[in-house]
């Protein structure tokens, strides 16, 4: 059984990679899978806290909030996904640095 | 399911596009817009009786019994906060009848609008984190489709990537944060996490709020955090611009306030003065960088970073006379930038130009639209005889009933830059016009002219008779029951 210092670890972690890809990553579908992975480590944060916050017991608040927080992840990259499109169909191509074309 | 005037405009939200597809090819524009302006009146009609509600019984509390519920607390705040929303909103569509052309994809346009605008009223009403960040991706996720929503044109879609990356960024970074309050309180209610919250000063508390800072401070512009608002104000069609410059950025700032002085009261103290640097900081930078812009949109947007700054200059303060500013500057400003940018936007739409250079001498074809462009950018600098100047007197004399005076006088010099680039586009508009272009330009259309009027009006009749604007804001401002020094 691991404690919720484990799941606290991995899920700042899992946050941490997902800074570093929208940082760092070039290309607009990576961007996107960064973004899923910072609501992916909040959202195995609130399954930890949930499970942890009576000994025997689960709290069905935070696990109602991950479905609904799932629902809205998934509305997210979808337009993300179009903007992505329109992006390519306006530059050829998906990398990000070759459109900064917008004065700082 | 959820107060009468939010269930009416979730209605009329879901059925709008089957009305704009419904109606005659000829005038889908108008008459999805017909009906998105019936839609916000009714919701209007609804706060009405609601507020008289709330103003004779207190905060009402909506716990579901239905299938489709949340948590919901009314109180005065959120009918004040709601009834700038639906009346910038209502200007808005009235001025996109006639500015969104006519296509197949026009319904769209007004159902993500009412998306919107019922994502915003949901913030103000919930009455604990998880409906609140439910109603909050609501409100983000049309408002990166409607940056994009003139797909032909590269700025848009540009601006609204980088809006979306940044923006979703900073709902998970929120997100992040809401799951450590839950961890520490197991509820998640504003009363709940004020009772939890009373005497800890637990570090896990800290980490929580500085998530939940960053993460709803990247939609309010907050100054490390503002990089996308001058892309996706000024690509965004005008009246989006309107309602974002005016309204979404104002609804992150009452975020911020109802945590901090709702939820996280143990630890406020050392959270103000941050605050209090930050503001100071959003307004310069906002300030000084708009005096470098040759776009008039562009230009508009830096200002609303700058007005952030203001906005921000009240939560630092944290007494009752500086949240009373606050949200009196969030209402003047969704009024005072609402005009300026639908302004810029009738300008923009009969000229085809958006660098200022090109708009020497355009008051003499427009006169109707620049008087009002330069209402709205004189009371923006915060001079006397308009509403500008009623809330930042009220921060101002804020800042010098507490420590905070060089915050005060930060907020003087900061409107005296603004001054610099406000009036340069006044003066630029009123010279004689010199190019060919200018001389074939007419007055904005009639559909557009009316709700900038409107707007300029209010401007007017809020700077003269201040006093029923002050009297609710300081109501509103009392939905916080924490505050110290009450004037």
């Known amino acids: 059984m691991i404690d919720l210092t484990g799941y606290l670890v991995f ?69 993300a996904l179009g903007v992505v499109v329109l992006a390519y169909r306006h ?14 | 399911m959820f107060t009468l005037p939010l269930d009416i405009l979730l209605i009329f939200t879901a059925v709008s596009p089957v009305v704009g597809w419904a109606a005659p090819k000829l005038y889908r524009s108008k008459i999805a817009g017909a009906f998105s302006a019936i839609a916000l009146s009714a919701t209007g009609i609804a706060l009405y009786s609601l507020y008289q509600d709330v103003s004779t019984n207190g905060a009402i509390y909506v716990t579901g019994n239905s299938l489709i ?30 500015y969104v052309e006519n296509s197949a994809r026009s ?48 700025e848009s879609v540009e601006a609204s990537l980088k809006y979306l990356i940044l923006g979703a960024a900073g709902s998970a ?32 508390l800290y980490i929580a709020s500085i998530f939940i800072f960053v993460g709803f401070g990247v939609k309010a512009a907050i100054v490390p955090l503002h990089t996308w608002l001058p892309d996706a104000h000024s690509s965004a069609p005008s009246t989006i611009s309107a309602l974002l410059s005016g309204i979404v950025i104002g609804t992150g700032i009452f975020v911020i306030a109802r945590a901090f002085f709702s939820a996280f009261t143990s630890i406020q103290q050392q959270w103000l003065p941050i605050i209090a640097v930050l503001s100071f900081l959003t307004m310069f930078l906002g300030n ?31 007494t009752q006379t500086g949240l009373t500013g606050t949200f009196l500057q969030f209402f003047n400003h969704a009024l005072m930038k609402g005009a300026a940018f639908l302004c810029a936007g009738a300008i923009i739409y009969r000229l085809g130009a958006r660098e200022l250079k090109d708009m020497v001498g355009v008051g003499r074809k427009m006169p109707i639209t620049v008087v009002v462009f330069s209402i709205s950018l004189l009371a923006l600098i915060g001079l006397p005889p308009f509403n500008g100047f009623i809330s930042e007197l009220t921060l101002v004399t804020s800042t010098f009933q507490t420590n905070l005076a060089w915050l005060g006088f930060g907020l003087i010099l900061s409107s005296v830059i603004s001054a610099g680039y406000y009036l340069r586009i006044i003066l630029t508009m009123i010279q004689i ?36 604007l002050v009297k609710f804001a300081q109501h509103a401002v009392t939905a916080f029951p924490s505050l110290g020094g009450a004037s």
């Open chain 2, 288 to 318: 000084i960088t708009a005096l470098l812009q040759t776009d008039l949109k562009r230009m508009l947007a830096y200002s609303s970073i700058a007005q952030v700054g203001y906005m921000l200059v009240g939560i630092a303060v944290g």
């Open chain 2, 173 to 204: 970074t929120a997100l992040l944060g809401i799951s450590l309050l839950y961890g520490l309180a197991g509820t998640l209610s504003f009363e709940g996490l004020a009772t939890a919250f009373t005497a800890t000063t637990n570090p896990w």
């Open chain 2, 69 to 98: 519920a949340g948590y919901l607390k009314v109180d005065m705040l959120s009918i004040f906060m709601v009834s700038i929303f639906l009346g910038l909103g209502l200007a808005a569509t009235i001025y996109s009848m006639e």
């Open chain 2, 433 to 468: 016009p010199v190019s060919e272009k200018i001389e074939k330009v007419k007055e904005t259309p009639l559909l557009m002219l009316i709700p900038i009027v409107a707007l300029a009006v209010l401007i007017v009749f809020f700077g003269i008779y201040p006093d029923p």
């Open chain 1, 11 to 79: 899920s700042f972690g899992l946050f941490s990679i997902g800074l570093y890809c929208l940082a760092t990553k070039r290309n607009m579908l990576r961007l996107v899978l960064g973004i899923e992975l910072l609501i992916n480590a909040a959202n195995i944060n609130f399954i930890a806290l949930a499970a942890f916050a009576m000994p025997g017991f689960v709290d069905p608040l935070g696990n109602a909030f991950v479905c609904i927080s799932i629902g809205l992840a998934a509305a997210v990259t979808a337009v």
């Open chain 1, 91 to 104: 530059y050829g191509t998906l990398d990000v640095t070759e459109l900064r074309r917008l004065r700082g």
């Open chain 2, 107 to 154: 319904p769209i346009y007004y159902t993500l609008l009412l998306t919107m605008i019922s994502g915003m009223v949901g913030i103000v009403f919930s009455g604990d984190l998880f409906t609140l960040f439910v109603f909050w991706e609501l409100m983000s996720v049309s408002t990166y489709a409607l940056v994009a929503f003139f797909r032909e044109k590269w």
